[in-house]
């Protein structure tokens, strides 16, 4: 017990430790994604408790960006309530006997506290958990050369893919203002990034699109067999519309999802059935997290 409230104190006086002065670099990407997010038109309210619940998390993440450094966003309960997952030990366990564990670095922006006698943050620690599910049957990337993720958080997975070796393409769709802190963070690490939502150069690998009119053009010449798509408790937290129109756009053949039981009015256990039997060329298996209640993960490799 009394180590359990000294960790949450040496956490608490990390993130409160002062930032030095921003570098003319940090100022300058600080100050395009102000303006970037000040341009978005207002968000209109839904009647639909999926889709308002998500608005709510914009107008908050909008509000921080314009008032408070953004160095610090993994600080923010915004993020920290909807994108940061801190592990349990058993995910940290895991992933340390796993040969790509050393390839993981730390994320250099976000202000996140180290896990566990780690260099890595808690979220980076479950996102590699997350990505050991599939990785457990596909064994790396090398059958890989395009991946789609529906909801990107801050981009923190697409960062540790190339980490792993991945290759390829990478495409996120997001909110809008998620976009653009993904551009944030990855712009940050060096990632080889593309203009948002613009038609993608073949010299560049990371695709940030927030439209399905420009996913469409982004994934024009993918290789269905070779692509991935990774929804982590995103596909599962927004309305059966959009679901449907994304998926009508895509053709992955190898899947990794991460999925809540319930969500606002969908039942997702139903869905993901459904979403199961429509692809018999998939071969799926179906995981409970049994430390993460109601939750489940659905990885699927294709059969040929």
């Given amino acids: 017990m009394i180590k359990k409230y000294l960790n949450r104190y040496k956490r608490k006086k990390f993130r409160e430790t002062q930032l030095p002065e921003m570098t003319q670099q940090e100022k300058l990407n600080a100050e395009q994604l102000r303006t970037q997010v000040s341009s978005l038109d207002p ?7 999926s889709t308002e619940t998500w608005n709510q998390n914009r107008r908050q993440l909008r509000e921080l960006i314009q008032n408070d450094d953004p160095r610090k966003f993994l600080t923010w309960e915004v993020i920290m309530h909807t994108m940061f997952c801190e592990p349990k030990p058993l995910e940290l366990e895991a992933v340390k006997k796993k040969a790509y564990f050393n390839n993981a670095s730390p994320a250099v922006v976000g202000r996140a506290y180290p896990f566990s006698g780690t260099n ?12 050991s599910f599939l990785l457990d049957r596909i064994k790396d990337f090398s059958k890989i050369d395009h991946i789609i993720e529906f909801g990107g958080g801050y981009g923190n997975t697409c960062r540790l893919a190339y980490d792993l070796e991945f290759q390829g393409d990478y495409v996120i769709f997001d909110l809008p203002e998620f976009s653009y802190l993904q551009e944030y ?23 940030l699109v927030d439209s399905i009119e420009s996913l469409e053009k982004s994934v024009t010449s993918f290789n269905w067999e070779r692509t991935l798509f990774i929804a982590t408790w995103s596909l599962s937290e927004c309305n059966l519309d959009l679901r449907k129109a994304f998926m009508n756009i895509i053709n992955p053949k190898n899947f990794l999802i991460a999925f809540q039981s319930q969500f606002g009015e969908v039942d997702n256990v139903e869905y993901f059935k459904e979403f199961q039997n429509a692809r018999n060329d998939i071969s799926w ?20």
């Fill in 185 to 207: 963070f990855l712009k940050s690490h060096k990632q080889p990034l593309t203009e948002k939502a613009k038609t993608i150069p073949v010299d560049e690998k990371v695709h």
């Fill in 43 to 49: 968000i209109p309210p839904s009647h639909l408790k």
């Fill in 120 to 131: 890595l943050d808690g979220n980076t620690v479950h996102q590699l958990y997350n990505l």
């Fill in 285 to 304: 298996e179906l995981s409970p997290i049994e430390h993460l209640k109601s939750s489940f993960y659905l990885s699927g490799v294709y059969q040929k």
